[in-house]
Structures are given as C-alpha cells and as structure tokens.
Nanobody
C-alpha cells in the first residue's frame, strides 16, 4: 500500500509556471507507476501524466504535452509535475496517483492509490 500527499498548487497567471510535488510513503515506492490526474468542476477526472520504473516510458495527455514535465526521485519517494505555459483550461484539482501500471489509457476508476488533491487555478 501507498500513501500520497500532494503540494505545490496555487494561483498562477496564464503563461506562468507551477511545480507540484507528491510525497509517497513506504519502501516500495519504486515498485509503482506514478502519475497525475486532474478534475475540473463538472467534469470527469482525466489523465495528465505518468512515469514508469519498468521501462523508460513517460506518458502525457495531448492537452499538456510540450508544456508539462513529470519526473520522480525514488531516493526521496517523490514525484513532480513541472507545469509551464499554463492556460486557464489547466484549472483543476490535481491528484497524485499510484498503481502497478499507469498510462494515458488508464481509467481513473481503477487506480489503486490517490492523494488528497491540490488546487491549481490559472487566471487569464
């Protein structure tokens, strides 16, 4: 099992940047794929990005590719999401996620572990 805690959300202007962090508990952190989902009011939770230790694979939603960068530091049991060139449509609650397998095709309803979420608001 994994416990996840996000931080780094806040308010940014369009074109600005934020970096989200997700701290994970447990010695088996590196055994899980880690990723980020987001959910805007009235919308389904959607995939944002994921990173896997099994292969050098990183997945991004088309809406964020080229703007967001996911990374992980297993020694610190932390995954990051660097968000650049933010747009108002990026406004959402961002959730850290962990599962044996995560990809751009992952259904949020089947993800095993979630953080509490952190609010990201982008103003125009």
């Amino acid at each position: 099992q994994v416990q996840l805690v996000e931080s780094g959300g806040g308010l940014a202007q369009a074109g600005g940047s934020l970096r989200l962090s997700c701290a994970a508990s447990g010695r088996t952190f590196s055994s899980y794929d880690m990723g980020w989902f987001r959910q805007a009011p009235g919308k389904e939770r959607e995939f944002v990005a994921a990173i896997s230790w099994r292969t050098p694979s990183i997945h991004y939603a088309d809406s964020v590719k080229g703007r967001f960068t996911i990374s992980r530091d297993n020694a610190k049991s932390t995954v990051y999401l660097q968000m650049n060139s933010l747009k108002p449509e990026d406004t959402a609650v961002y959730y850290c996620a962990a599962d044996w397998l995560l990809s751009k095709n992952s259904d949020y309803r089947s993800v095993d572990y979630w953080g509490q979420g952190t609010q990201v608001t982008v103003s125009s």
